[in-house]
Nanobody, 120 residues
Framework: QVQLVESGGGLVLPGGSLRLSCAAS????????MGWYRQAPGNQRELVAT???????NYADFVKGRFTISRDNAKNTVYLEMNTLKPEDTAVYYCYVNVLTISYYDRGYWGNGTLVTVSS
């Protein structure tokens, strides 16, 4: 099993910044891709950004130039630095990791989500 602990959400003014963190723990051999998704009320969950084990990144168009995803492999942690936040960024942000399990197959896990509210 893999546990994901997210932190860093909260209320921020438009134009402000937040940094989300997600730490993975449990039994696995390796973490493959890591990423962040979000879901606003009434909307489907959507990809925000992903990062591969080799550090290659992918961003949704609506966050390019404002958000930065990174990872610390020694800490099994993925980060999302969010700048120039807009009210439309308000959503629950979910961490996602794909691991190589101790049974030698890949499996994905989701965090419980952290709420980001951008409002004046």
């Amino acid at each position: 099993q893999v546990q994901l602990v997210e932190s860093g959400g909260g209320l921020v003014l438009p134009g402000g910044s937040l940094r989300l963190s997600c730490a993975a723990s449990g039994s696995f051999f390796r973490i493959n891709n890591m990423g962040w998704y979000r879901q606003a009320p009434g909307n489907q969950r959507e990809l925000v950004a992903t990062i591969s084990s080799g550090g290659n990144t992918n961003y949704a168009d609506f966050v390019k130039g404002r958000f930065t995803i990174s990872r610390d492999n020694a800490k099994n942690t993925v980060y999302l630095e969010m700048n120039t936040l807009k009210p439309e960024d308000t959503a629950v942000y979910y961490c996602y990791v794909n691991v190589l399990t101790i049974s030698y197959y890949d499996r994905g896990y989701w965090g419980n989500g952290t709420l980001v509210t951008v409002s004046s």
